[in-house]
């Protein structure tokens, strides 16, 4: 038992500063994206936004089990794996809604609402596969 939590501990490490990097490249792709398109959220239906975020949700949950495949990361990881992935996004959309006017200078203040809800719906569709596939594996 020793010997694997020898060798576990620094690939688990290593896992976590890679979603952890992950997770902080994501949220400044998405914070990019809704800089430059934002305003096409504006025109958006309510029905088109639930739509945009349940797709959103279960694009991210794709990506999250694509990256737990690719870094081999064991189902028992996977639920602190996946806080690792939302971490930044749910560390810092607090100030860029906070501070939206400063961070999306096109977009009116309604709009700061649907923004953070998409990054919540993003970092929910992580984790909800994550405890999901954590249970049904482990069992």
Known sequence: MAVWLKYERPFIFQCM??????GLVLWMA??????????LAI?????????VLIAS???MAALFELLCRAWSVPAAGRPRAAIALAAPTLLFDPFTTTFFARFFPRLDGPTAAFVGGWLL???????????????????
């Open 17 to 22: 500063q890679r979603l952890i990097t992950a």
């Open 57 to 59: 949700a279960a694009a």
């Open 43 to 51: 025109a958006l239906t309510s029905v088109q936004r639930i739509a």
């Open 121 to 139: 719906a993003c970092c929910a569709g992580a984790l909800l596969v994550a405890f999901a596939t954590s249970r049904t594996r482990s069992q």
């Open 30 to 39: 998405g914070t990019v994206v809704v800089r430059q398109y934002g305003a």
